[in-house]
């Protein structure tokens, strides 16, 4: 229904009006049903029902329990749209709520008329942020992921509510490795979308938003993996309960983040507060009381370790899923500042360079994640023999060091965590490769290995294009940006001009306007031995207008095998670039001769003043021509020698004007001034069609998309094999019902 009012563009109802207008495409007029709060909410309900009939169908002996807890989520979602008001309090917000309703009182007189409707021309519109194709693909695996998340958690709950803690395990790890996989495609394509959309220069800005989404994700990661270690070992429960658990709770945290309005100002992805963050709360808050009751009567009925044998996989498994749910907890907390201050009435400040903040802290946590996988991939459940352990892992060892040699004498890698991390991360890689090629008849799953590839893959990927990223757009225009533009950044481009920008020469060649959307183009160009410029590839960075809610500046990502070269407009005139009129400045000026004025990047030097005189070398006041010798120098070293004449015939004043077309100017001799050797000089200038860009390259960025696929895979291959084991080995019925 709420999809059926949306693609009709029924504008009486509020969300329509909120994010449909007249001339918005089919695909954004779809996305519009998870733009807002109530929509995106309604859609995770949707999701949650989907995952909730899949387990009417296949949860089998453990449907009654698990779909309690799925019913009790739904129930508890669904207020969140009801949009009831009962004594005073407002219990969610519909989707359905009229546009009357929602204006209050500021604006009864209109739509006490009979007719408003027919006065509702249009709606007010997506926002311009989310007028783009990932706009149709990241929220919805966002969601999906999110209900995926949930089946785990209900399992785990169904698991302590019957004390069976190893037999819930077996029926939730596909549904796990599902939510793994669908959660991961999520921030995945929040990534591209960033990276193709956004002008911080990156796929990855740790935006508050961001992070409340990969935190569920990793501890998720880290459950998975001790789901393995439990249901193997019949051991390590407790941490298995706990961090399924809170996967799900952390999901529900994201949404706290971003619905209540609380990250307002430092997350551009955040909602605003209406109310829904307390409801939030409560939610929580009833999952968490829930699950920590159940914990605490379970925890002394749990069994435990026979032993702590660390040269054992089990051992470090547990201690990699530590190192997962650390980083994702350092992640939280300072994601979380702004809740603590709200709580607390502290005053603590969030870094102001969030990427290095967040990046130094999480490098320890990757070259750690990494070495375990390395590792683990050698060694076997139980005891281990050392020497066949050495055996085993000795060629990823030396491959790992001599391609880690190579990579940094070619590539020039020098810090100490970053010489770390490259080793970590090759480590992993080749010991992926070499159980894939040399050990995979012992391996019933390569699903894992191959996902553990692709996590060594992007770990390398990162290093190598993030550490090595260069931005070339040094301001070499010779025009001061000012103080809101950093000059080794920032490139100023004048229209025609070319200028030298990294290996590249660059020149702004021209825009069009749609309608809708400013395109530049830029052009990079090379020389060829004769010294002659060719065109290497055109550049089109984008303004998308819009006048309400702001314009969103499009970079341009031109593609090659071994890199990305990113630019986008940092400013632009836009309103003269709509228009496509540039205007005009005249100035007058007062000059004695030699005397230097300055016309923006140029100077104006007058040489002398030469003045035509009758045969008897007198002159005549009312018939005189005067001619001023005048030298522009240019900031690019060129000089133009133009001479401007007033002239005065039987009294009547007339410019000869000098032109000069490759600075857009022209120049007048006005008038004689009072000074001797003095004139006066106007200079009509059009104001030079310019624009600003910044240009970045990513070296191997390729490699991180590809790493991503190859991480996505094996989720998936994983998933397959979990469902396929389960139906094939059955469920034995439980011994206790509830």
Excluded at 61 to 68: I, Q, R
Excluded at 351 to 365: E, G, K, L
Excluded at 371 to 392: C, D, E, P, Q, Y
Excluded at 525 to 542: E, Q, R, V
Aim: aromatic share 14%; proline share 4%; hydrophobic share 50%.
């Amino acid at each position: 229904m709420l999809l059926f009012i949306l693609l009709n563009k029924y504008y009486e109802y509020r969300y329509v009006w909120a994010h449909i207008e007249n001339d918005l495409g089919l695909g954004y007029q779809v996305a519009a049903f998870w733009a807002g709060q109530e929509g995106s909410m309604l859609f995770w309900i949707i999701c949650q029902a989907v995952f909730g009939i899949l387990l009417i169908k296949h949860a089998r002996s453990w449907e009654n329990p698990v779909m309690t807890v799925v019913a009790f989520s739904q129930a508890f979602m669904l207020t969140l749209i009801m949009g009831l008001q009962l004594g005073g309090i407002s219990i969610g917000t519909s989707p359905f709520a009229l546009l009357r309703e929602a204006m209050g009182e500021s604006n009864r007189e209109f739509f006490e008329n009979p007719a408003y409707l027919l006065m509702i021309a249009d709606g007010n519109g997506l926002n311009p942020l989310l007028r783009n194709i990932w706009m149709l693909s990241h929220p919805p695996f966002t969601f999906i992921g999110y209900a995926a998340v949930m089946v785990p958690f209900s399992f785990a709950i169904a698991g302590l509510w019957r004390k069976q803690y190893q037999e819930w395990i077996r029926p939730a790890l596909p549904w796990t490795v599902l939510g793994v996989f669908f959660l991961g495609i999520g921030i995945i394509l929040g990534g591209v979308w960033a990276y193709e959309s956004l002008t911080f220069g990156g796929f990855w800005a740790w935006d508050p938003i961001e992070n409340a989404s990969l935190v569920p994700w990793l501890v998720l990661v880290a459950a998975l993996h001790l789901m393995l270690v439990s249901h193997k070992r019949k051991n390590t429960f407790f941490p298995t309960f706990l961090f399924t658990i809170l996967s799900f709770l952390f999901v529900v945290y994201a949404t706290y983040l971003t619905r209540s309005g609380i990250l307002s100002e430092t997350s551009v992805h955040s909602f605003g507060d209406d109310g829904t963050g307390i409801h939030i709360m409560l939610y929580i808050f009833s999952l968490s009381l829930i699950a920590a009751v159940l914990l605490i009567k379970n925890f002394r009925l749990m069994p435990s370790k026979e032993s702590d044998e660390p040269f054992t996989r089990e051992f470090w498994l547990f201690v990699g899923a530590l190192v997962l749910v650390l980083s994702a907890f350092q992640i939280i907390f300072t994601t979380s500042i702004p809740v603590l201050n709200r709580i607390m009435g502290s005053d603590f400040a969030p870094p102001t360079d969030v990427v290095s903040y967040y990046n130094s802290w999480q490098m320890p946590f990757a070259i750690v994640i990494a070495l375990l996988i390395g590792v683990t991939h050698f060694i076997r459940w139980g005891k281990n023999n050392m020497k066949t352990f050495a055996g085993s892992i000795m060629l990823s060892i030396i491959l790992a060091f001599v391609a880690g040699v190579l990579i940094t004498f070619l590539y020039g890698i020098h810090t100490s965590g970053h010489l770390l991390m490259l080793f970590s991360s090759l480590f992993a890689l080749f010991s992926s490769i070499d159980l894939l090629l040399r050990f995979r008849k012992n391996y019933t799953n390569p699903g894992s290995v191959i996902a553990h590839l692709g996590i060594a893959m992007f770990l390398l990927a990162v290093l190598i294009t993030f550490s090595k990223k260069e931005t070339i757009s040094q301001n070499t225009s010779g025009y001061f940006l000012g103080q809101q533009f950093r000059e080794d950044e920032n490139l100023l481009l004048i229209k025609g001009e070319v200028l030298s920008m990294g290996n590249y020469h660059v020149v702004y060649a021209g825009r069009e306007f749609d309608g809708e959307r400013i395109r530049y183009q830029v052009d990079f160009l090379k020389k060829n031995k004769n010294g002659d410029f060719y065109m290497a590839f055109s550049s089109y960075p984008a303004i998308l207008l819009n006048e309400r809610m702001g314009n969103v500046y499009e970079p341009f990502s031109k593609v090659f095998l071994n890199r990305d070269i990113f630019t986008y407009v940092t400013f632009a005139d836009v309103d003269r670039d709509k228009h496509g009129h540039p205007p005009s400045a005249s100035q007058l000026y007062t000059l004695a001769i030699n005397d230097t004025i300055a016309l923006e990047n140029n100077r104006l030097v007058l040489k002398g003043i030469e003045s035509e005189k009758s045969e008897d070398g007198n002159i005549d006041p009312d018939n005189i021509t005067i001619t001023a010798k005048l030298e522009i120098l240019t900031h690019f070293g060129n000089n133009y020698e133009i001479e401007p004449v007033l002239m005065i015939k039987d009294g009547y004043v007339m410019h000869h004007d000098e032109q000069v077309k490759d600075l857009d100017m022209v120049v007048r001799f006005k008038w004689i001034a009072d000074t001797p050797n003095t004139i006066e000089l106007e200079v009509v200038q059009e104001q030079p069609e310019f624009i600003i860009i910044k240009t970045v390259i990513f070296p191997y960025i390729n490699l991180l998309w590809l790493s991503m696929l190859v991480m996505l895979a094996g989720a998936w291959i994983s998933f397959r094999h979990r469902w396929r084991k389960r139906i094939s080995a059955g469920e034995a019925e439980p011994d206790i019902n509830p």
